[in-house]
């Protein structure tokens, strides 16, 4: 029998996006943008310093720039400019001790000849560049020496070319006489097309004829002159900084030592034909920066050139990283640049990112108002009030014994009897019922229940319940400023939300309107409140909001009356016959006196109410108690952080007349 060995190996999944990760987690960023929406920021910019702060399991765009910042920190700090001049004074010096080495020991030579020799050697000039070109001439009577001061040609060659094509130095290594003509020819070439592209003369088969024959020394494998320019573009402009980096004294060093590559004028004359073209072709890039370096760490010419661009690089991603550019997204990120400088982990971050704002863009939570501003769509709205009614769920769940309640529409109690479902009803289903009109229909139909039933809406049938009041609720909410300075302002405005889902979702025979009262009070729909900036004018007009309330309450005079009041000030402000308002501190007599009669007002037309106070306000204090005794009402003290649990929990008690609310009323 033969067995075979099979073995697997596994690894990172590099096909782009991991097709098994999670999708990206939008309850998150959408609770975080309302608490900024909500604080009178945009959603635009909510959502902006959402990514800018990042998640609880991911970075944000701070922390990676902040990463690209001290990379880039990193690489100035580590390395130092003059490792070329470093390696040709080690290949000098050598040299030279080898060549002295031989005068010595050749007892054939003449003297004159060997102290004219030693002579030079002794006297070469301290500038390393132009001791090199003074022994361009001699004649080498070491072989190692010879071979010594061959190899600094050599390698002036490689680095000089490594400037300008990444990964030269080290393939041009043991060079043979072939390989340079093989260079020297692909230059001739290069030059030739980039000559024809500036005329405007070259063709696509000019491009496809340099790359059939000269590919190899391209590894970013371009697909067109313009890439081909672009990745010479980048290189040639980050050795061109590269010098700019130096001392003057080690650019003319430098400059001098050019001479000597591979012993070839030549070279460095088709290398100065390639910039200047590639300045004209790409003016935009920058030839003419420079960084200071502090390290300690010699870089060589092609490195230091390499280093360059990834500064450049990394220059290029923190820009986009700012996001600060007008039209920016999140698609913008070069995915590979960032893999390249900080890791593949900080790609998958930004990644995730990316996605986030997708689907808050495209996926339906934010749209377009007639400005073309961002605006938390209905979609939003509900998925936030959802959240928050939860939330509020959990603290009533505390308050009740740390009971798990659930929030619900609770119609009165069951009767014992069921009846067709229709669209609107609230009433939990009667699944015994329900099952078995599916099961004889699907008889009916001449299935066979027991390969499996299929519900339709017909089949649904919920339990009766005994009849229960409709309620007409009118939540007034302080809009003063003193709401925003005291830090109650997003919390008023995630109970309006709350208490907002709740009726919609679970009580919608009930009717809610939100009415907001600073200087002066108006009606609003929850999108409208939700966005409301921070108001910094004085005056609380909780006057005009009862007229308001009063109105909204004989639109709907089957219902039973609900007043909700949140506020942290005594009333400051009334409105006047001509629709003036009228604002005086301390608060005016007659301000109080036209608030307590409209007050009066609606207790007399059996308005259940509730105040919820905030702060510690003695005025107030004394202003509330005053006037729930007057409509048999109720006074609650939250604080900011219960205000939604206190709101909801006031709404339902109202519903059920003060009979305790438990998990049979509550269906979240």
Known sequence: MVVHNHSSRYGRYRGGPDPLAPPVDLAEALDAMADDVMAGYSPRHALQEYLRRGGRNHEGLDALAGRVQQRRSELLSRHRLDGTLSEVQKLLDTAVLEERKQLARDVTMDDTDRALREMQLQNLPSSTAAAVNELASYDWQSSSAREAYERIKDLLGREVLDQRFAGMKQALKDATVEDRAAVSEMLRDLNDLLGKHRRGEDTDADFREFMSRHNHFFPENPQSVEELVDALAQRAAAAQRLLQSMSQEQRDELMRLSAQAFGSPELMAQLDQLDSSLRALRPGEDWTGSERFEGQEGLGLGDGTGVLQDIAELDELAEQLSQSYSGSRLDDLDLDALARQLGQSAAVTARTLGEIERAMQDGGYLRRDADNDLKLSPQAMRRLGRSLLRDTAKQLSGRQGGRDTRVAGAAGEQTGSSRQWEFGDAEPWDVTRTMTNAIRRTMADGGDPSRGVRLGVGDIEVTETEARTQAAVALLVDVSFSMAAEGRWVPMKRTALALHHL????????????????????????????????????????????????????????????????????????????GETWFAWPPDTETIRVTVAELDRLGRAGTQATFFRLGDDPGLERFVQRMVRRIDGRVVAPEAGDLGAAVVGEYLRAHFRGRPYDDADWAF
Do not use: C, K, W
């Not at 679970?506 to 009070?521: K, M, S």
């Not at 909001?545 to 005594?570: C, I, K, N, W, Y």
């Open 503 to 578: 009726v919609s979702t679970r009580f919608r025979g009930d009717r809610l309107q939100l009415i907001t009262f600073g200087r002066y009070a108006q009606a609003m729909d929850i999108g409208e409140l939700t966005a409301l900036p921070a108001l910094r004018e004085q005056g609380t007009n909780l006057h005009h909001g009862l007229l308001l309330a009063g109105r909204f309450f004989r639109q709907h005079p089957s219902m039973q009356p609900v007043l909700l009041v949140v506020t942290d000030g005594e009333p400051t402000a009334h409105l006047l016959a001509d």
